[in-house]
């Protein structure tokens, strides 16, 4: 049986090589370990391992297990990757390293009030609704120009690039060129895409940060 520590590395292995044959700078790819639903002591040996780049995808679950891991373990960087509701805000930019979510006027106004309350500047991704999917968050691709300059002029924001989950039964490449196109119009440099099934094609179009959960831990229960 496969330890989670033994597939971290393997993961990161399949990362280093997938950077090379893009022809990309070795250790451009940030992955975050995905732990939404795990358990802190299912974390412990990947923690055990040296990483230090996690994500979740809800906040109350966040506050309940990374608190006590972030003093036990120095230089954790969290990353919240799912959706962020605005009353959660003060947590969020209090807990979290990273916000990929961004994805609305409302979420961004409130962690730019949070961001000057806390004195804290956590780094923001703004999320795209590249397959325009009624049930998904993000932001619509024609609106995110708009979306974008709001963030950075109206509220001082820095956002550090854009994220896009893909449809499911769509080809994941189509959409990360789209979202790595519209990440150069803007001059943002960030590019949060790709999962445990789709990272290395995500990593071909350049990718800065991958979130791999499944493919690490093992299957959810």
């Given at each position: 049986?496969?330890?989670?520590?033994?597939?971290l590395?393997s993961?990161k292995?399949?990362?280093?090589?997938?950077?090379?044959?893009?022809?990309?700078?070795?250790?451009?790819?940030?992955?975050?370990a995905?732990?939404?639903?795990?358990?802190?002591?299912?974390?412990?040996?990947?923690?055990?391992?040296?990483?230090?780049?996690?994500?979740?995808n809800?906040?109350?679950?966040?506050?309940?297990?990374?608190?006590?891991?972030?003093?036990?373990?120095?230089?954790?960087?969290?990353?919240?990757?799912?959706?962020?509701?605005?009353?959660?805000?003060?947590?969020a930019?209090?807990?979290?390293?990273?916000?990929?979510?961004?994805?609305?006027?409302?979420?961004?106004?409130?962690?730019?009030?949070?961001?000057?309350?806390?004195?804290?500047?956590?780094?923001?991704?703004?999320?795209?609704?590249?397959?325009?999917?009624?049930q998904?968050?993000?932001?619509?691709?024609?609106?995110?120009?708009?979306?974008?300059?709001?963030?950075?002029?109206?509220?001082?924001?820095?956002?550090?690039?854009?994220?896009?989950?893909?449809?499911?039964?769509?080809?994941?490449?189509?959409?990360?060129?789209?979202?790595?196109?519209?990440?150069?119009?803007?001059?943002?440099?960030?590019?949060?895409?790709?999962?445990?099934?789709?990272?290395?094609?995500?990593?071909?179009?350049?990718?800065?940060?991958?979130?791999?959960?499944?493919?690490?831990?093992?299957?959810?229960?």
């Amino acid at each position: 049986m496969t330890t989670a520590a033994q597939a971290l590395s393997s993961i990161k292995s399949r990362i280093a090589a997938a950077e090379l044959a893009a022809k990309r700078p070795a250790g451009s790819t940030n992955l975050i370990a995905v732990t939404k639903t795990y358990a802190a002591a299912d974390i412990l040996p990947v923690l055990d391992a040296g990483h230090r780049q996690f994500g979740e995808n809800r906040v109350q679950e966040a506050q309940g297990k990374w608190p006590d891991l972030k003093a036990r373990f120095p230089g954790i960087e969290l990353h919240l990757i799912g959706p962020l509701q605005s009353n959660k805000a003060q947590l969020a930019v209090a807990l979290f390293d990273c916000i990929h979510t961004v994805d609305r006027p409302k979420i961004a106004q409130a962690i730019a009030a949070e961001c000057v309350k806390q004195g804290r500047k956590p780094h923001l991704f703004v999320q795209v609704n590249t397959g325009e999917e009624v049930q998904k968050a993000g932001i619509a691709p024609r609106e995110t120009a708009a979306f974008v300059a709001m963030c950075r002029d109206q509220l001082k924001l820095e956002i550090a690039g854009l994220m896009c989950i893909p449809p499911v039964e769509e080809e994941a490449a189509v959409h990360f060129a789209f979202l790595a196109k519209q990440a150069k119009e803007f001059g943002l440099t960030g590019l949060s895409m790709g999962m445990s099934a789709d990272f290395e094609t995500a990593i071909a179009f350049g990718a800065t940060h991958v979130r791999v959960g499944s493919a690490i831990f093992g299957a959810r229960g």
